[in-house]
């Protein structure tokens, strides 16, 4: 082995997961690239996740193990951070798993390409899975691009704002930490290190196996507490930073897809019966009019997209009724007609 070879530090992140976290660790021990420090955090899980965290901390030298009260993942995230002594850092989530090349693809592309951050498709698994089509392409993008294809997406190539997709040189993450106490933290994270970035690389294959609703459907409640309490601010967060940066542009587009996702999460929230969530997010919107105006100006904005917010917000049920007859007609006739 090389001496002058970068530490990767990857932290993982573990809460009541016992029957899944000997497939995260075992994937992560099978990694072709050395050298490797695996940090697992044990968030105060109250099952038999912390002794086979132990487990693997006496069996394998590489693996390093910390034992915390429960502060929720960015909190076990950021107290791996804290000791993590790599050039580069990645994170997993203790009921994924990674395939065995992934950190080896990823930190040598960044070598190869002179970028601070790797970023790979990922592949969903179990109920409710959507399925992806890689094209196992390499991209070298630059901040900016990045930054357009995170915030506008991309037909083909899409970076998800979750940190597990991700390998960071350390340098770049340099005094970042994840937002306590808060849901959808990988939202900001992920902003605040591709704005300090001067390169990416994008890798189209499906080095990350992400699992899909572990405990089935989240429960209402839950649902609007995520949404009102941590992904919407977070979202105008996003915007904002973005405008205080000096990126306006970037911060519009922020905006404009943020509310084009505000009226997924009304037609969703009428789906799950909760009205008065839809009723709260609509009078979230209509408090927003002139902005939305404003945003909705910009030359990116598609027509449909003009049309749609219009109707939602003078007639929110008519709105509602309309996309449901879109989704029920108009997605089968044309799903045939391309068959």
């Known amino acids: 082995m090389k001496q002058n070879k970068k530490l990767i530090s990857v932290i993982v992140t573990a809460y009541n997961i ?3 976290l000997p497939r995260c660790m075992d994937s992560l021990l099978a990694q072709t690239y050395e050298p490797m420090e695996i940090i697992l955090v044990d968030d105060g899980s ?3 996740t912390p002794e086979l965290c132990d487990k693997y901390g006496e069996k394998n030298a590489n693996v390093r193990v910390i034992h915390k ?3 929720g993942p960015s ?3 950021n107290a791996g951070l804290d000791i993590a002594q790599g050039d580069f850092i990645g994170y997993v989530d203790g009921d994924d798993w990674t395939e065995p090349d992934m950190y080896e693809a990823m930190l ?3 070598e190869k390409n002179g970028a601070q951050i790797a970023i790979c498709s990922y592949r969903q698994v179990g109920e409710g899975a959507e399925e992806t089509h890689p094209t196992g392409n390499r991209l070298t993008l630059s901040r900016e ?4 294809y995170y915030i506008s997406g991309h037909a083909q190539y899409h970076i998800y704002h979750s940190v597990w997709s991700k390998l960071f040189d350390r340098n770049v993450i340099g005094d970042i930490r994840f937002p306590k106490g808060r849901k959808s933290e990988d939202i900001m994270y992920t902003t605040w290190a591709l704005v300090r970035a001067e390169k990416c690389v994008f890798l189209d294959t499906p080095y990350y196996n992400y699992m899909v609703d572990r405990n089935g459907s989240i429960m209402n409640s839950k649902v609007h507490e995520r949404r009102f309490r941590d992904e919407i601010p977070f979202w105008k967060e996003q915007a904002q930073y973005l405008r205080d940066m000096g990126m306006q542009q970037l911060a519009d587009k922020s905006e404009y897809q943020f509310y084009r996702k505000m009226l997924f999460y009304y037609v969703d929230f009428r789906d799950r019966r909760m009205k008065d969530s839809g009723k709260e997010l609509m009078g979230f919107l209509k408090k927003e009019k002139s902005e939305i105006k404003r945003i909705y100006q910009g030359e990116y904005a598609a027509l ?3 049309a749609r917010m219009k109707l939602a917000l003078l007639q929110p049920g008519a709105y509602y009724c309309i996309v449901k007859i879109y989704d029920k007609l108009i997605i089968p006739l044309r799903s045939r ?3």
């Open 69 to 71: 009260e429960n502060g």
């Open 18 to 20: 016992e029957q899944y």
């Open 337 to 339: 007609s391309k068959g």
């Open 46 to 48: 109250d099952d038999g």
């Open 108 to 110: 040598t592309a960044c």
């Open 75 to 77: 909190d076990a995230r």
């Open 145 to 148: 691009e990045t930054l357009e």
């Open 304 to 306: 449909g997209d003009k």
